[in-house]
């Protein structure tokens, strides 16, 4: 049995983190490196990804600078991502805040793309690589705006929805594998990414617990790739600060 100190442990795991230059990804990836995880960390900017390989403890990550929105950008991943015990999904855009009758298509389907299809093309591409070990835990950055939908975000709200809808389909397909698909809703995070979206003050302060910075909400998906986490799959954890609680927005 576990001791209380080992029950987050990461060690002997090979993780990837899709969007590990900035917020949430970043955060979980300096956590998971501290638990004893080894880390392969991708995005397309390359200064932020040494940045943070220079912060990593432990030995042995890699970096991968490279879109995943870009065909050969996938096919690098599976190239180099191999035997792979686990993965956090924090690539996402958030996106603008627009009305409804200003939001135009390209927005609509540059939302769908980064948050909706990218995530699905991209474990769809390792699965078929047979990068993934059986048993393996994925986990995905979903948004409390899949549920409650606040104004002006119907193309990021969707896109979450979609997002969280087909991992539930996913997961079926996999488990024979032992492999494990669960995602983490989180609400406003203060991440920069975040703060530079108008949301208003009537908004954020739906959230009754108030916003958290990244560092304190990482929790939630290394509990999910540990060992500790593998009678889960198929789930959602709801890390919101309270913003479910309360369905009447902005009206
Ligand atoms: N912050 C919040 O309040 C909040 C709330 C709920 C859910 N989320 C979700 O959490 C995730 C992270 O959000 P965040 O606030 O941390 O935003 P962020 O700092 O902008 O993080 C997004 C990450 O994804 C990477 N990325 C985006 N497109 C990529 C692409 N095509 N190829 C490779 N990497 C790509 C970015 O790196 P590069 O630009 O270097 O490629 C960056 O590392 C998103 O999915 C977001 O929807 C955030």
Redesign the pocket.
């Given at each position: 049995m576990a001791t209380p100190e080992q029950l987050f442990r990461l060690d002997g795991k090979t993780l990837l983190i899709?969007?590990?230059?900035?917020?949430?990804?970043?955060a979980i990836a300096l956590d998971a490196a501290r638990l004893g995880a080894q880390l392969i960390v991708?995005?397309?900017?390359e200064a932020?990804?040494d940045s943070l390989l220079a912060e990593l403890e432990g030995q042995g990550h890699r970096r991968l600078c490279?879109?995943?929105?870009?065909e050969e950008?996938r096919a690098l991943l599976v190239a180099e991502a191999r035997n792979l015990d686990g993965m956090v999904?924090?690539?996402?855009?958030?996106g603008k805040l627009v009305p409804f009758h200003l939001l135009r298509e390209d927005l609509l389907e540059e939302q769908y793309r980064?948050?909706a299809l990218?995530p699905l093309l991209v474990t769809r591409a390792l699965l078929a690589a047979k990068a993934v070990r059986n048993g393996a835990s994925l986990v995905y950055?979903?948004?409390?705006?899949a549920r409650i939908s606040p104004p002006a975000s119907a193309a990021?709200s969707g896109s979450?929805a979609f997002l969280a809808a087909a991992l539930r389909s996913v997961a079926l397909d996999v488990v024979k594998k032992q492999i494990r698909i669960n995602s983490v809703?989180?609400?406003?995070?203060?991440?920069?990414?975040?703060q530079q979206l108008a949301v208003s003050d009537e908004v954020k302060a739906m959230a009754p617990l108030g916003l958290p910075e990244?560092e304190a909400v990482t929790g939630a998906p290394l509990f999910l790739l540990s060992d500790s986490g593998r009678w889960m799959t198929r789930s959602s954890m709801t890390i919101d600060a309270g913003l479910t609680l309360r369905q009447k927005v902005g009206i």
């Amino acid at each position: 049995m576990a001791t209380p100190e080992q029950l987050f442990r990461l060690d002997g795991k090979t993780l990837l983190i899709c969007g590990a230059s900035s917020g949430l990804g970043r955060a979980i990836a300096l956590d998971a490196a501290r638990l004893g995880a080894q880390l392969i960390v991708v995005a397309r900017r390359e200064a932020l990804l040494d940045s943070l390989l220079a912060e990593l403890e432990g030995q042995g990550h890699r970096r991968l600078c490279l879109d995943l929105a870009s065909e050969e950008g996938r096919a690098l991943l599976v190239a180099e991502a191999r035997n792979l015990d686990g993965m956090v999904y924090a690539a996402g855009s958030l996106g603008k805040l627009v009305p409804f009758h200003l939001l135009r298509e390209d927005l609509l389907e540059e939302q769908y793309r980064a948050n909706a299809l990218l995530p699905l093309l991209v474990t769809r591409a390792l699965l078929a690589a047979k990068a993934v070990r059986n048993g393996a835990s994925l986990v995905y950055l979903v948004s409390a705006g899949a549920r409650i939908s606040p104004p002006a975000s119907a193309a990021y709200s969707g896109s979450k929805a979609f997002l969280a809808a087909a991992l539930r389909s996913v997961a079926l397909d996999v488990v024979k594998k032992q492999i494990r698909i669960n995602s983490v809703m989180y609400g406003y995070v203060l991440t920069e990414a975040m703060q530079q979206l108008a949301v208003s003050d009537e908004v954020k302060a739906m959230a009754p617990l108030g916003l958290p910075e990244p560092e304190a909400v990482t929790g939630a998906p290394l509990f999910l790739l540990s060992d500790s986490g593998r009678w889960m799959t198929r789930s959602s954890m709801t890390i919101d600060a309270g913003l479910t609680l309360r369905q009447k927005v902005g009206i």
